[in-house]
């Protein structure tokens, strides 16, 4: 004889239970900036944000001034660790390596301008190398090869979208004669994995993980 279910009530049989939410993070891996170089790259913000003024720029906040090498996006906290180990694994062998802040720069051109940068000097070949190799840590785990390709930069600041065209070619023409704060050269000797927080103040920054760069670095011979 078949059964019939009653008004009013729900068959419970097929629900299923409803486990924790697995959290996500907007996680990304660069080379932080020692307190010596960050600090002359802030006396460069100050002095920039007196030229060009503060409304039609989006500023980074000191602490988020960073050397990203790779943008992963939203990432489950389970794979936080795995993530760690493949950079580890990558850049063990690579030798440290020198950098430093150079000049002013922009993304987008005269009347599209949209993003401010300082440009990095050094070894840029150690630096590539270096880029590459988390490149392809990541790839196995499911991050695709980036399609551009890379390019060091200090992001200082972002245009607003509302700015004019106008607006964006007298910023553009300020920053072509703009001499930055002189930055000290630093060593470059590991990467970090980093978790960036959105909050009503602007993106929070957290080291998850460090790799080290341990390699020995190139000999070099006499004159």
């Avoid at 900036?33 to 720029?57: C, F, I």
């Avoid at 590539?128 to 695709?144: M, S």
């Amino acid at each position: 004889m078949m059964s019939r279910l009653l008004p009013g009530k729900r068959r419970q049989e097929h629900a299923q239970p409803q486990g924790p939410r697995e959290e996500m993070l907007r996680l990304f891996v660069a080379v932080e900036l020692p307190w010596e170089v960050r600090r002359a790259v802030v006396d460069t913000v100050e002095s920039l944000k007196r030229l060009v003024g503060e409304n039609a720029l989006r500023w980074v906040r000191p602490d988020g001034i960073h050397l990203t090498l790779r943008f992963l996006g939203a990432t489950p906290e389970a794979r936080v660790a795995e993530i760690a180990r493949a950079l580890a694994d990558a850049v063990h062998d690579a030798p440290p390596f020198p950098l430093a802040p150079l000049g002013v720069g922009s993304f987008g051109g005269r009347g599209r301008l949209r993003t401010v940068w300082i440009g990095v000097g050094g070894d840029a070949g150690a630096l590539a190398d270096l880029a590459e190799r988390v490149e392809a840590a990541l790839e196995p785990l499911g991050y695709p090869r980036e399609d551009r390709s890379f390019s060091a930069h200090l992001t200082l600041a972002r245009v607003r979208d509302e700015t004019p065209p106008q607006e964006r070619a007298r910023i553009h023409d300020l920053l072509m004669v703009f001499e930055p704060t002189l930055s000290p050269p630093f060593t470059v000797d590991h990467v970090s994995l980093m978790q960036s927080t959105l909050g009503p103040g602007g993106s929070v920054y957290r080291q998850l993980a460090a790799a080290p760069l341990l390699g020995a670095p190139a000999a070099t011979g006499e004159a």
